[in-house]
Every structure is written in C-alpha cells, then in structure tokens.
C-alpha cells in the first residue's frame, strides 16, 4: 500500500552497531506493527502499538527497541544484542487501534550482517 | 501460548485445479481470520477475511470457511491461474484482540 513507507530497502549492519529502521503511514490508522521474516517462519510480531506513546512487546522482541512518538511513525531499532539480525523486517498499520482489523504491509527493509 | 498451525507448507498444482489451504488456532476467544497473499520479494497482501459471526465468505475463485467449534479455518482457490503462486499466510487476532498470529505460509505453486 503507498500509504505505509519503509526505508531503507536494504540496510547493513557492523558488529556491535545498533541500527534503525524507518516506518511511516499516512493512512491515519491508529495501530502499528514490526514483524520479522525468516525463510519458513512466517510473520513474527517483534512489538506493537495502539496508540501514541505506547507499545507491547510481541513474540521476539529482545534484542529490539521501538518508540510511537508520533501518530505517523513507528521507528524499530536493532541493537547489538540481537545476535542474529539477518532478515526481512516488515511494518504495517491498522485502523481502530484493535487487531480485528485489516492490517496493511510496506514494502519491507532487508537487514544484513557486514 | 496462541498459536496458529498451517498446512500444507507447499502445494503443486496443475492449472485450472483448485487448492485448499487449512489453519487450526489455539485460543478460542480469536474473533478475526485474514488470509495473506504474499509474491517474492514483495509485501504481503490480504487477500479475504473472515469474522466469527459468518461461516463463510467468498470473493470471485476465492473463498475462506470456518468452524469456530473445530477452531479451524481454510482458504479455497478455484480454477487456480499461474499468477496465484505465491505465499499464502493465515492469521488469527489474539485474545486481546491487539494483535494478529501468523501460520507459518504456504508456497503454492501453479503449473500451466
């Protein structure tokens, strides 16, 4: 959906480097999502939030760090301590701040290991 | 903990077949069932949802039933075309209602 942006599409990371990866939507929804991808896992929820300066923590969320500031933005960052973060890292949004609505996807970062 | 099971984790079909993919999920209290499309490389999209109120819902070849006693729920695609290979997720809301449970996908492939 145009109304969600991620960016970068491709990120590296250093030993010992935290980095951050960028989520916008424009869609006015209230509810934003990080999943993580790996090949024959499925979606992986890494943290949530419903509302404005609050968030959940979902299945795998060590070694990761989100903020809700704004409305419109939910930035993920991977820290050191996260050993393995090779993978696909997917943000969506959702209207009503509840999970029984549709959730739309970005088009994803892929985040590799220097 | 919530869980949502999927099977198969591929399917081969021949053109004009039509496939069936089937999720089980743990907690009775999920209320809301989106079935996700998602192309190499790309964003997943959704595709059909169902709700707990209705048994089935159908969108042209496309249809998702459920059994909310069974606690399972499928996605049938009919006269299947080569552009539906694909990955194919369900999902299933949680207790709370805050947050969706993926399976782990279906690579389906069409053959023409």
Redesign the interface.
């Known amino acids: 959906d145009g109304g969600i942006t991620q960016s970068p599409k491709y990120l590296f990371r250093k030993e010992g480097q935290n980095v951050t990866l960028s989520c916008e939507q424009n869609l006015n929804h209230d509810a934003m999502y990080w999943y993580r991808q790996d090949p024959g896992q499925g979606l992986r929820l890494i943290y949530y939030s419903q509302i404005v300066n609050d968030f959940q923590k979902g299945d795998i969320a060590e070694g990761y760090s989100v903020s809700r500031e704004k409305k419109e933005s939910f930035p993920l960052t991977v820290t050191s301590a996260q050993k393995n973060p090779t993978a696909f890292y997917l943000c969506a949004s959702s209207m009503g701040g509840r999970g029984r609505q549709p959730q739309h996807f970005g088009d994803g970062t892929r985040l590799s290991i220097l | ?1 919530e869980n949502v099971e ?1 099977h198969p ?1 591929t399917l081969s079909v021949q053109e004009g077949d039509s496939a069936v993919i089937k999720c089980t999920y743990s907690d009775s209290a999920s ?2 069932f ?1 079935w996700y499309k998602q192309e190499l490389g ?5 595709i059909i ?1 169902i ?1 707990s109120n209705v048994g089935e819902k159908k969108d042209q070849r496309i249809a998702v039933t459920l059994n909310k006693t069974a606690k399972h729920f499928s996605l049938h695609i009919t006269e299947t075309q080569p552009e539906d290979s694909a990955v194919y ?1 369900c999902a299933a ?2 207790q ?10 279906t690579t389906l492939s069409v053959s023409s």
């Not at chain 2, 790309?42 to 959704?46: T, W």
């Not at chain 2, 709370?96 to 996908?105: D, E, P, Q, Y």
């Open positions: 903990g999927q984790s209320n809301y989106p790309k964003r997943p999209q959704l949802d709700r997720f809301d949680n709370a209602g805050t947050a969706l449970i993926f399976g782990k996908g």
